[in-house]
């Protein structure tokens, strides 16, 4: 019995080690590489505050209107994005699309603290484009959690979060409900801590039927948003149905915020 204990218990601290080494292999997972711009994109170049260059596209709108910053979910890289961008960008905005750090053919790896210092080099090309006062956040999933981070210290004109989650661990546990996602995770993205601190005009989006954030999760940050615009729910919608990524209803979410 004390050997198949033993056995059973070495057996869980293996896995657990293996979890806490590759954990951010199953947080982070681009996939390609972009392509070409888009017709109505030009190539850019964001650098890092640690020496990264990424590589962006920026779609510029008409003469004084918003731009808005998108920062991507988890998965993918910008060319995913490119419908989003291009609708924004026929209804006027300009729109910055970018890859984080390992993705899209960046260099550097995925992690917290990085996609920090990505997104910051993302407002910093913006900043060269539109005022602070005409400058708007789109999170979509994980880029939630990171616009809302940097809305705690530079907050925009307006925020769109499009299925957001509580923190990384509450949407990791639903997941992965046999392990001690909290303990393990190095990442830990508290949306619906810091949101509470960002008083600006926020939209929440988030799909009824999402099986990746559990709607539950969308409304509780939407609850806890400081400044609160609309909460908007689509109904039937998974997390990556088109709806949610460049449909109608969600482009006209920003749109209006945009507006203001």
């Known amino acids: 019995m004390r050997r198949a204990l033993l056995l059973v ?14 954990q951010r292999r199953l947080v982070y997972l681009p996939e390609g590489t972009p392509g070409p711009a888009p017709a109505g994109a030009r190539d850019v170049t964001l650098t890092t505050d640690d020496g990264l260059r990424l590589g962006g596209w920026f779609f510029p709108g008409d003469d ?18 490119a419908p989003l961008a291009e609708a924004l960008q026929e209804r006027g905005l300009s729109v910055l ?12 790896s995925p992690s917290e603290e990085g996609l920090a210092l990505d997104v910051r080099a993302a407002r910093a090309f ?20 990171v616009v809302t981070e940097l809305a705690t210290e530079h907050p925009p004109a ?9 923190d990384l661990a509450a949407v990791g546990s639903v997941h992965y409900p046999f392990l001690p996602v909290r303990l393990l995770l190095r990442d830990r993205y508290p949306v619906e801590e ?3 601190r960002v008083r600006v005009p926020t939209t929440v ?6 099986t990746i954030v559990p709607p ?45």
């Open 64 to 81: 004084a209107a918003p731009a808005v910053l998108v920062a991507d979910g988890n998965g993918g890289n910008r060319g995913l994005r």
């Open 216 to 260: 539950d999760q969308s409304r509780a940050v939407a609850s806890a948003a400081a400044d609160l615009h609309r909460l908007l729910a689509v109904t039937g919608a998974d997390h990556n149905d088109p709806v949610l990524l460049d449909g109608p209803q969600l482009v006209e979410a920003v749109v209006e915020l945009a507006r203001l």
């Open 97 to 108: 699309l970018f890859d984080y750090r390992g993705y899209g053919g960046n260099p550097g």
């Open 158 to 166: 307006g925020l769109v979060l499009r299925s957001p989650f509580t």
């Open 126 to 145: 913006l900043l060269e484009q539109v005022p602070a006062a005409r400058l708007l956040y789109y999170g979509e999933s994980l880029g939630c959690a």
């Open 194 to 196: 810091q949101i509470a």
């Open 9 to 22: 218990l070495l057996v869980v601290v293996a896995v657990t080690g293996l979890l806490w080494t590759f």
């Open 205 to 210: 989006v988030f799909g009824t039927a999402d």
